[in-house]
C-alpha cells in the first residue's frame, strides 16, 4: 500500500485570512479553496459533536502538498502557544531550495525563528 503523510495537514489559526497570506507571501503558496465556514449540523459533526461548533477553513498549495487552515468562530477560545517541552513537538516542515532566502521571506512576512 502506498502511503503519503503530506497530503494536507490541518492548522489552528486565529485569523485565517493573515495567515492564508503569509503561507502565500511568506513560502510561494497559493489558493485552492478560498475561506468559507462551516457550521449548524455539520460544523457539529466535523468537530465530534460539539454543540454550536462553527469555523472557517481553506486550503493553500504549494508545489507539493496542501495545508488547511481552521479558524473557530464558535466556541472562541485563543489560540495558546505551544512550549514543545510542555505540548510535545508540534510542527510541520516544509522542503525550499534555499534555506537562508526562505528564512528571510518568512521573517519579512512576520514569521520568526524557533532556531537556527
Not at 495537514?9 to 468559507?36: C, E, K, N
Not at 477560545?77 to 508540534?90: D, F, K, M, W
Not at 510542527?91 to 518568512?106: G, K, M, Q, W
Amino acid at each position: 500500500m502506498k502511503t503519503s503523510a503530506n497530503h494536507h495537514p490541518g492548522i489552528r489559526v486565529s485569523d485565517i485570512d493573515r495567515s492564508a497570506q503569509f503561507y502565500i507571501d511568506a513560502l510561494g503558496g497559493h489558493w485552492q479553496t478560498m475561506p468559507f465556514v462551516i457550521g449548524g449540523d455539520e460544523g457539529e459533526f466535523v468537530m465530534g459533536g460539539l454543540k454550536g461548533a462553527s469555523f472557517k477553513v481553506c486550503h493553500i498549495g504549494f508545489d507539493e502538498g496542501t495545508i488547511e487552515l481552521f479558524e473557530f468562530l464558535e466556541p472562541v477560545h485563543p489560540v495558546p502557544e505551544l512550549r514543545p517541552a510542555e505540548h510535545g513537538i508540534i510542527h510541520y516542515a516544509f522542503h525550499v531550495d534555499n534555506v537562508p532566502e526562505a528564512l528571510e521571506r518568512v521573517e519579512a512576512n512576520g514569521g520568526k525563528r524557533y532556531w537556527s
